[in-house]
């Protein structure tokens, strides 16, 4: 993505009666079985009046209501589930919108079928001094009595410098880069006093634990065992397949 991204918390809040009967401007038909049928996002029938939500609806997953998001929606005013929210596996998604409300549950992937396509919520603050956290802010996910499940495709994120990276190298060798691909954004842990020294880069080509590099590296990073004391500077994945994110305003408010 071009935009400029920061990472959002994702808050916990138990008083529910402070959230009672605030949001229903696009609600989801309510099931009358727990066992309703799983229906899609952009199906009519999904939505009362057969209006799938567009851009600024407050939209609602009611109760025992299950929804499958197969397209990614315009920017929404706020999301609460109390049913529950699949994201899709067979697409790119995004879900836009100003907070998530979650009494119910949001799935994306499972620990027995991780997410294997691109996942991404952006929290927005296009609606200022809204209060659906009850004190807390407007921009989060906000789990009160809900479940969120969150599985992605990347599970090696971590490794060490096999050998010193020297400064203006576009090149580092690594214990282990199972499962890292070209296009991966990873970072180099500061093995200097100080911990500026950290850079990011982005993989340009793999050829087994030799990593090529987007840009050369501005400081050494130190890749050796010494008087026996591991002291091998650490690499770690920074991309993720699930990505929780704020819009770009986030860097200014």
């Not at 294997?116 to 906000?142: F, S, Y």
């Not at 500077?233 to 991309?239: A, S």
């Amino acid at each position: 993505m071009s935009k400029k991204n920061r990472s959002v918390l994702v808050v916990a809040l138990v008083p529910a009666f402070l959230l009672v009967g605030v949001f229903a401007v696009a609600q989801a038909q309510t099931a009358g079985s727990p066992a309703a049928q799983p229906t899609n996002w952009s199906d009519p029938n999904t939505w009362p009046n057969r209006k799938v939500p567009i851009a600024g609806d407050k939209v609602t997953i009611g109760r025992d209501k299950e929804v499958i998001l197969d397209v990614s929606p315009p920017a929404l005013g706020g999301l609460s589930i109390d049913g529950k929210l699949t994201f899709a596996n067979n697409a790119d998604l995004e879900l836009t919108t100003e907070w998530i409300m979650l009494h119910g549950e949001l799935a994306i992937g499972s620990e027995a079928n991780p997410h294997t396509r691109k996942a991404t919520i952006t929290l927005t603050n296009n609606v200022p001094d809204e209060d659906p956290m009850g004190g807390m802010g407007d921009r989060g996910i906000m789990i009160s009595g809900g479940t969120l499940n969150l599985h992605g495709d990347r599970q090696h994120t971590w490794t060490k410098l096999s050998k010193t990276a020297e400064a203006g190298s576009n090149s580092i060798e690594v214990l282990d880069a199972a499962g890292w691909r070209v296009g991966d954004e990873i970072v180099l842990a500061s093995t200097d006093f100080n911990p500026r020294q950290a850079e990011r880069r982005t993989i340009s080509a793999i050829r087994r634990n030799t990593l090529t590099l987007d840009r050369n590296l501005e400081y050494m990073h130190y890749g050796k065992i010494t008087f026996d004391v591991d002291e091998r500077g650490e690499v770690g994945l920074l991309t993720r397949n699930i990505r929780i994110q704020s819009s770009a305003d986030s860097e200014t408010t």
